[in-house]
């Protein structure tokens, strides 16, 4: 599997240590939805593409 680096501002720095030190689980998926997901590369296999969409 291929590697990804994802580059996060202070803004998005704060708020995963906040989530991590609260370990809010709802909070940790929408992080990843609104600021992990769009900055990884599209080209996703088929199951995890299907996967993303039914989160929504």
């Known amino acids: ?8 501002d202070d803004e998005e720095q704060m ?5 991590c030190l609260d370990k809010e689980v709802d909070e940790a998926l929408r992080f990843l939805e609104k600021h992990i997901a769009p900055k990884v590369k599209k080209d996703m ?5 299907e996967i993303m969409q039914f989160q929504r």
């Not at 296999?45 to 593409?49: E, G, K, L, N, T």
């Open 1 to 8: 599997m291929a590697k990804a680096f994802i580059v996060l």
């Open 15 to 19: 708020l995963l240590e906040r989530i």
């Open 45 to 49: 296999p088929c199951m995890a593409r």
